[in-house]
């Protein structure tokens, strides 16, 4: 049998609204969730709830507590900006994308290389995407812009709210880039109102939003509308502040009906700064090793999904985004890629226990501490702005997380067996990340590890 060009014709046009008005792959089996990331820039570990002792009002996230799972134990990436953000992002410790190495100045020509793949560009195959707000990973050269690295849609800054020059910048992927002024006071609301579009618009189908809020750190400018609403300055005004918009994120996903689809994670990119609160913890942004610059607030967010009124103290780290969101989703993580980070699912959804045998803590790009379930051993830490070797100068420092979270007595002495379990490992990541530093070691007087057993004739 033959066709004729009409046919033909039509064969083709009926094929391709065929493949127009075919349902995508997911919806064969079961709608792939809808992530949300909410990540505050400096806040700190007891900056909401019960810990801010009533100075600062939560009442959001105190219901998002309530209805989800808050992980006692979570760290971010990193105790800084840009290597906290390269990991949270990629899956991977900060070291192996390049920008492991401080933060990213205005001056600076680091950017996040386009080899690397994001949790926007992982989730492509059955997700739209957006990053609304602080991006951090470098703002110079043509392939900077988010929507270079995986996602639909940037609305945001460049860099910390601090620096300047700062402007707002709005792409989409193939689009002419637009760029418009840029008010601290008012840029988080700016954010919500552009995250609340996203959601809007990409409500009938699965969507992953990264709302990368650059409060609050400093200086911490509240909207006029929070100003001095709470009884810790400005700093407790921007909390509220931003406590408000995860009500309003909460709120228009029930009243579009998606709730129940949408997994929220609210949590920090690095401890706080020269405000805020570290909950008790040790250090803060910036220091090395001890949790107060790493270990975050985290609440996990999905109605009739993750168990509500939880608390895990599973350790994970925001590495854990990207495999955990692809397995949710049901697609495989990136190929040809180390990915350091764990999926987290089964810790979320059925309370099993961590993936992880043990989070790195990286100060730059030195391997600072690790810490288990249990246990954490402290290599390194700033003294009169020198970081120092801990164990070469006779100060192992173990500590019992469970009994002594915030790191004030080392129980070195009373289990040799696990320090030097945790040297070894530590030993073992500083010779694996080596030929990925960028800068050499900033530890002074760093203690030589034991040479390897000779190779059997």
């Not at 006071?185 to 992953?208: H, M, S, V, Y």
């Not at 050499?440 to 004739?457: E, K, L, Y």
Request: proline share 8%.
């Amino acid at each position: 049998m033959t066709m004729d060009r009409r046919d033909l014709l039509t064969s083709a046009l009926g094929g391709a609204a065929a493949a127009l008005l075919a349902p995508p792959a997911w919806a064969a089996t079961r709608r792939p969730p809808n992530f949300i990331v909410i990540q505050c820039d400096d806040m700190g570990y007891g900056d909401w709830g019960a810990a801010a002792k009533g100075a600062i009002r939560t009442p959001n996230l105190d219901r998002m507590a309530r209805q989800g799972t808050t992980m006692t134990d979570f760290y971010a990436g990193a105790n800084v900006c840009t290597p906290s953000r390269a990991a949270m992002l990629t899956g991977r410790y900060a070291v192996r994308t390049g920008l492991g190495h401080r933060v990213i100045m205005p001056n600076d020509k680091r950017v996040l290389p386009l080899s690397e793949k994001t949790i926007a560009t992982a989730l492509a195959p059955t997700h739209s995407s957006a990053l609304v707000g602080k991006w951090h990973l470098g703002h110079t050269g043509s392939d900077w812009l988010p929507t270079r690295h995986g996602f639909d849609y940037y609305y945001g800054i460049p860099y910390s709210h601090d620096m300047k020059p700062l402007a707002l910048y709005e792409a989409r992927r193939g689009a002419e880039t637009e760029t418009s002024p840029a008010d601290i006071a008012t840029l988080q609301q700016k954010f919500c109102d552009k995250a609340l579009e996203f959601i809007d618009a990409n409500r009938g189908r699965p969507f992953f939003l990264d709302l990368a809020l650059s409060a609050p750190h400093l200086p911490a400018i509240p909207h006029p509308d929070f100003h001095g609403k709470s009884a810790a300055g400005p700093y407790g005004d921007v909390i509220e502040e931003i406590d408000s918009i995860v009500g309003r994120i909460l709120a228009r996903l029930e009243a579009l009906g998606i709730a129940r689809d949408t997994l929220v994670f609210f949590t920090s990119d690095n401890g706080p700064w020269f405000e805020g609160a570290t909950g008790g913890l040790r250090q803060r942004k910036g220091g090395a090793g001890y949790d107060g610059g790493y270990r975050v607030p985290a609440i996990v967010w999905r109605p009739g999904t993750v168990p509500a009124g939880r608390r895990s103290d599973a350790i994970g780290m925001s590495i854990d985004f990207l495999p955990t969101f692809c397995a949710m989703a049901g697609v495989a993580p990136p190929a040809g890629v180390t990915i350091d980070g764990r999926d987290l699912s089964a810790t979320l959804l059925r309370s099993a226990p961590t993936p992880h045998d043990g989070l790195l803590l990286f100060d730059d790009e030195d391997v600072v501490a690790l810490r288990t379930q249990r246990w954490k051993l402290v290599t390194a830490d700033y003294y009169r702005n020198y970081l120092l070797d801990l164990p070469a100068r006779g100060y192992p420092q173990l500590y019992d997380m469970q009994k002594d979270p915030s790191e004030s007595y080392s129980v070195a002495e009373r289990h040799p067996d696990i320090v030097a379990d945790l040297t070894a490992r530590i030993d073992a990541a500083r010779a694996r990340f080596a030929p990925l530093r960028t800068q050499p070691s900033a530890i002074i007087g760093m203690r030589a590890p034991p040479a390897p057993p000779a190779a059997a004739n």
